[in-house]
């Protein structure tokens, strides 16, 4: 099993800055990507970003020159940064890991509790 805990969302102004951190605790296994998801009210969720730990990382269109997606150093830690943020990035936003313990092997996949971002005057 596989713990995901998110933090550092809120309440934050139009301009302004905020970075969302996602732990994941348990037994991860080398291949494993991980991925913000938001969801709006009314909105169906949509991908934010996405970081694999080897391979190329992904961003949706509305927030590629926006938010930066990391790991830290044990490859248990991801991060969004958002800069520059927008009403419209109002949403609640979770953390999902999926993994495989080998290449042929069934997926797993977890998600964390979410946190909300609110951007407003």
């Known amino acids: 099993q596989v713990q995901l805990v998110e933090s550092g969302g809120g309440l934050v102004q139009p301009g302004g800055s905020l970075r969302l951190s ?14 913000w998801y938001r969801q709006a009210p009314g909105k169906e969720r949509e991908l934010v970003a996405s970081i694999p730990n080897r391979g190329s990382i992904d ?26 943020l927008k009403p419209e990035d109002t949403a609640v936003y979770s953390c ?3 993994q495989r313990r080998g ?19």
């Open 22 to 35: 996602c732990a994941a605790s348990g037994n991860i296994f080398y291949m494993n990507t991980m991925t």
């Open 59 to 84: 961003y949706a269109e509305a927030v590629k020159d926006r938010f930066a997606i990391s790991r830290d150093g044990a490859r248990k830690t991801a991060y969004l940064q958002m800069n520059s």
């Open 96 to 98: 999902h890991l999926e």
């Open 103 to 121: 290449p042929f092997d069934l997926k797993e996949e977890y998600w964390g509790q979410g946190i909300q971002v609110t951007v407003s005057s």
